[in-house]
């Protein structure tokens, strides 16, 4: 079992940063490959970003390149995403996830273990 917990979330202006963080309980951290997911209200979740287990490969959406890295530290059992030049159409609840398959958590939207979430309010 894994618990993921979502920090960083919060009201900011288009074009400022913020960085959400997404802390492991697991001491297996190292064995999940790692996402970002988004929702916006009446909106499907979407992916945002993947990392994989080493933080050797990540992956983003095409509406995040340029703008949005993900990376992680396994020594401290944390994900993160930093999001710079936001924009209102980034405003959404942001979770993140953990999956044994790198490919089903970013092409197959399937995730083993969710986060609860932290919202993210872009402000035009």
């Known amino acids: 079992q894994v618990q993921l917990v979502e920090f960083g979330g919060g009201l900011v202006q288009a074009g400022d940063s913020l960085r959400l963080s997404c802390a492991a309980s697991a001491r297996t951290f190292s064995s999940y490959a790692m996402a970002w997911f988004r929702q916006a209200p009446e909106k499907e979740r979407e992916v945002v970003a993947a990392?994989?287990?080493?933080?050797?490969?990540?992956s983003y959406a095409d509406s995040v390149k340029g703008r949005f890295t993900i990376s992680r530290d396994n020594r401290r059992n944390t994900m993160y995403l930093q999001m710079n030049s936001l924009k209102p159409e980034d405003t959404a609840v942001y979770y993140c996830a953990a999956a044994g398959s790198y490919t089903d958590l970013f092409r197959g939207h399937r995730g083993d273990y969710w986060g609860q979430g932290t919202q993210v309010t872009v402000s035009s």
């Open positions: 990392v994989s287990r080493t933080g050797g490969t990540t």
